[in-house]
């Protein structure tokens, strides 16, 4: 597995890149670090501008020598890790291009707690990562801890259902975790069938019987995603969406619910189909 993580050098971009390497204990991974200097500067900054951009390169290859040294030295496990530094007027885009290119299967990045979530993610490089990446972006909550990844909650609204379990099943399998797919009933949209047999019917059509399906009645999606990833001691949450707009719903309305995943617990985002 092939993880990108785009890196400032800050701590929060460190809550990233532990959680990976603590994930590549018990995985095959591939770390790529990247880090994009952003060369849309004031025009006085121009001014001698091939000497700064030499220095602002140079600076930077000595702290990504420093960061790698650091985690090389603070962890015993052998990590396949390399970096990328290049600079840029779209830090998204280039992510985006490099992933690509680079045939990367998930982007990693750190987020704040409840109090500056909103801030942090959806500030201008990390909802553009999210809302511009067509490769799948992790985001890890600054207090969380990798432990294993024994249960993943997939949020769904049932639409390509299937199409969807497609990309979530290798993670899962690679993982051994259960999937618990999760579609709260919160205007009265119930599954349209035998939830059992739906259920039974994807165990087979994907060879994986670490799958359940359950449907909840609530009058709010995110506090019934909240409870139910408190009742099976989820690790990871899993959601297909179209743009930001959503998730920053979701994640405004955990600034005012301490119980909410988002200040713990992984939350794993794809690009919904049209």
Known sequence: MRILIPTDFSELS????????????????????????????????????????????????NSMKELIGSIKKDNSHNIDISYEITSGSSIEKY??????????????????????????????NAAGIIQNSSIPVLTIPESARYKGIGNIVYSSDLYNLDKEIDLIIPFAKLMDSWIHILHID????????????????????????????????????????NNFVADVDADMVIMFTHHTNFLEKVFQKSITQNTAFQTRIPLFTFQKES
Do not use: W
Request: proline content about 1%; hydrophobic content about 35%.
């Open 14 to 61: 460190k809550v990233a890149i532990k959680y990976s390497v603590d994930l590549s204990k018990d995985v095959d991974i591939q770390l790529i670090l990247l880090h994009v200097i952003d060369t849309n500067a004031p025009s006085r900054a121009r001014i001698g501008s091939h000497k700064l951009q030499e220095a602002i390169k140079t600076s930077s290859e």
């Open 95 to 124: 992510v985006e291009i490099f992933a690509l290119k680079n045939n990367i299967d998930k982007i990693c990045i750190g987020t704040k707690g409840a109090s500056g979530l909103k801030k942090i993610l959806f500030g201008s």
């Open 186 to 225: 919160k205007d009265n949209e119930r599954f349209d069938g035998d939830l059992h047999q739906k259920e039974l019917s994807l165990r087979k059509d994907f060879s994986y019987q670490k799958i359940k399906f359950i449907e909840l009645k609530s009058s709010s999606v995110i506090q019934g995603i």
